[in-house]
């Protein structure tokens, strides 16, 4: 996991899931005042599925990027945390 080849995988996942969270984000405060555009509605479900899934699998391969991950081998002293320097 060391490598450069993953380092660049493992930058471009976290790149994505917060580009779609911040799109997420934006897509909500539209909606709170156009609540009935459905192509808003369906470009946020869409969103939050991928940004499900691109989490799932970045916390698979690096570990942790919220509190809310479960996991029975994650040494959580011995390893960064996601938002501390040289983590990402």
Not at 80 to 87: I, K, L, N, S
Request: glycine content about 2%; overall charge negative; charged content about 20%.
């Amino acid at each position: 996991m060391n490598n450069c080849c993953n380092n660049v995988n493992k930058q471009a996942l976290l790149h994505e899931i917060m580009s779609l969270n911040f799109a997420i984000n934006d897509l909500v405060l539209y909606l709170d005042t156009h609540p009935e555009d459905s192509k808003a509605i369906c470009m946020h479900n869409e969103y939050v599925e991928k940004v499900v899934s691109l989490t799932k699998k970045y916390q698979e391969l690096f570990g942790p990027l919220t509190v809310n991950f479960t996991s029975d081998t994650w040494n959580w002293i011995d390893e960064p945390w996601p938002w501390e320097r040289g983590a990402y």
